[in-house]
């Protein structure tokens, strides 16, 4: 079946400006993640959803950062006034989250430069 | 204290050999200790994970080797192999989220 898709792959922003960066889970997965992956870092967490309430937002730097999933599947991740601190490759990944099955699966990514 | 300690950084491996990279914790209270591996542009994908009641986990070349009372785990791939090539990460479960090990870049010459 399809994976975790992401749009866009990439996305190029002046500082200052909004942006919204979208994931599409694997059909059937309750659980879904964002996490922000700098150059040669491992992913840090951001936000995870359980069905459509964010569950666990404790990894949002800031309130710049915001993240909706109002029908509990696609999830959209807002940042605000964009600086170039932002720049990120920004992951999101789906899990099933049903009694100890909770691998999560990652999309591909979106690369966000702020210029 | 939330840290995953990835070592080492970077490794390189004559194909054949044996890679191991080793990953050490503080938190008692993670459950579940994945391995990613990822490919440059590509996003992490999950390879073998194993819970803290176990101490080891094979699966193909792939090993995971966990000692609880060191709070210490380890991935042993046999017979690498240069498609091996990649960055790998550790990580282990808080709750709900995943806490990540920094990576290690393997790179298997032939």
């Known amino acids: 079946g399809a994976g975790v898709s992401q749009t866009p792959s990439n996305k190029v922003t002046e500082k200052g400006k909004y942006v919204e960066l979208r994931c599409d889970p694997i059909s059937g997965h309750t659980a879904l993640y964002w996490y922000r992956q700098s150059l040669g870092q491992g992913p840090e967490f951001l936000i995870y959803?359980?069905?459509?309430?964010?569950?666990?937002d404790s990894g949002l730097p800031n309130d710049r950062f915001f993240a909706v999933r109002p029908e509990g599947s696609v999830s959209t991740l807002k940042i605000q006034r964009t600086e170039r601190g932002d720049s990120a490759v920004y992951l999101c990944a789906s899990s099933l989250r049903q009694g100890t099955e909770d691998e999560q699966y990652f999309g591909p990514g979106t690369r966000l430069t702020v210029t | 204290q939330q840290q995953v300690k990835q070592s080492p950084q970077s490794l390189i491996v004559q194909k054949g050999g044996i890679s191991i990279i080793n990953c050490a914790y503080e938190?008692?209270?993670?459950?579940?200790f994945p391995w990613y591996q990822q490919f440059p542009g590509k996003g992490p994908a999950l390879l073998i994970a194993i819970r803290p009641d176990v101490s080891e986990k094979k699966e193909g070349r792939f090993t995971i080797s966990f000692n609880k009372s060191a709070k210490q785990f380890s991935l042993h791939i046999m017979d690498s192999q240069p498609g091996d090539s990649a960055t790998y990460f550790c990580a282990a479960r808080d709750t709900d989220k995943l806490i990540f090990g920094t990576g290690t870049r393997l790179q298997v010459f032939p």
């Open positions: 959803f359980q069905g459509t309430g964010a569950a666990d």
């Open positions: 938190n008692t209270a993670f459950d579940y």
